[in-house]
Every structure is written in C-alpha cells, then in structure tokens.
C-alpha cells in the first residue's frame, strides 16, 4: 500500500497493542490518545514499553503513529489554571509522543468562548511557545482547524496560518479535517466549482485547496482526518459520520484526497465505525477506494 493510512485506535493495555489494532483494520498507520481524553491525569512515561512498541510496530508495519491530545484542554481560556493544566497535558504529549518516535500530536487549541480571535490569539501563542520550549526536537505540535463553532481557535485556516507565521518554529505544523473544514464552509471539490454565495444563503464559500495553496500551508500539513459530516455543508457542527453515510459529497473528497498536494500525507480515519465502536474495516475499505489502494 502506497498511500499512509489508518483510523483512531485504542491503546487500552498498552500502546504496543494498538499496532496490531491498527494493522487488524487494514490500517498502516494509527492515530492514539496518550491517556483518557477525558481526564487530566497522565500515565507515568515509564510504563511505556517502547520495545514492545517498537517491536509490534515493525511487526505490522505501522508506518505512522500520531498522538491526538485530550478534548478538555483550552489554551485561550480566561481561567489561569485551566490554561496551566492545558500547558502541563501538552508538555507530556509533545514528550510522549517523541518516546513513541511518532509522527506528531493533534490539538485542538481550544475556544474563545466568544470573546474572539483577536482577544485571546496572544494568549494562545505564549501557551504554544512555552510548550514548544520545554518539548524535545523530535516532537511535533500540529494544531487541528476546528468547525468555527462557539469561537473555535483554529476555525478558519487564516487563524492556522497566524498562529505558524507567529511561533516560527520548525516542531509546528498542523492537521486538516475534512468534517471541520465542511462545517466551516470550505469546498472539498475542483476549486473551480466552489458553490456560490447565492446557493449557500450568503454564506462565503472557499476552495480548502485553494486556501491552502495560497496561505502556503501545504509543507506544514502533517496529516489529514477523513470524516464525514452528519450536517450539512457550512453547519458550524462537528459530528462524524463514516465515510459515505453523510452530507459531504463523496466526488468532492475524491478530488481533495487525490489532489497532488495530498498524495503523500497521513490519513487518518475518526468515524464512528459501523458498529459504533470506532474506525473499523468497512470504512479503511472505503477510503482505500476513494484513494486508489487496494
């Protein structure tokens, strides 16, 4: 298989078991959490057993692996100790995620809770820089672009671009969502076929590949999360649906996960699978097809 390819995977009794999770899907890559997305409390670094890891990993051929952070985290809160908390969860995924010789972590920055982009973007590049500070050179912080909903850091790729443009840091890239991005009302699609305002009630329409060639932002992707989207095109909601089973036109993620500029990134499957437990089979089967792979 050419093409990078793999679904969020538990790593429930040890990242090791998680290779084989992954390869069991028809996955060449996996995407995990470090700990319970959902609670604050990390696991000690020592309990990885990195040649286990290693070892499975070579067993099964797992190309990539990538870290996705915890969901409670919010670099642009107006609570000082959350903000402290989010730096201190950061700092050990960043660390983490250099042990497992992984290929990044995934973040969603957090929300302005309606105070706006402007007023908490310099907040959020100081919590960034102290995290790139403390981390290892083999670690890497991709911010996720978020579905612009409540203030989302990150919900529009001009907020993506601002905030690589302001760290200048070579550890800093980021990961674009297909769901997000049409939450957010970017075209998947020939950028010469963006839908018009009209058609959209008003609502402006951008081309993702067009944004992304012209905010230079093509050497900084790291990874792209395929999901579809529960919602209609520009909803501003997040909600995954697997592959073919949403809103978003199947012909439009075609043309983006085949353009050029994609061909050698990570994919990465977050669908809830249809058993509802997850990236499963069926859905890789789907994205290979989309993709060309076999």
Known sequence: MHRTIGGHISAAGGVEHAMERAAAIGGNA????SGSPRVWQRPSIESIHLDKLYSKRKEFGIKSIITHSMYLLNLASENPELVKKSIA????????????????IVVHVGSSQGRGWDVVK???????AEV?????????FLIENAASQNGKVGGT????RWMLDT???PQLGWCFDTCHAF???YYLGEPGKVPSAEALKGQQVKSAIGEIERLNLVETLRCVHVNDSRDPFGSGRDRHANLGEGEMGQSELKYFLNHELMKEKTLILEVPGEEKEGPDIENINRLKKLVGEK
Do not use: C, R, T
């Open 30 to 33: 996996a995407q995990i959490f």
């Open 89 to 104: 969860v950061l700092k050990f995924d960043m660390q983490f995620n250099a042990l497992i010789k992984g290929q990044g």
């Open 122 to 128: 310099d907040q959020v590049a100081k919590g960034l």
């Open 132 to 140: 790139l500070a403390a981390s290892p050179k083999e670690s890497y």
């Open 157 to 160: 790729l001009e907020e993506v």
């Open 167 to 169: 760290l200048q840091s």
């Open 183 to 185: 939450a957010g009302a």
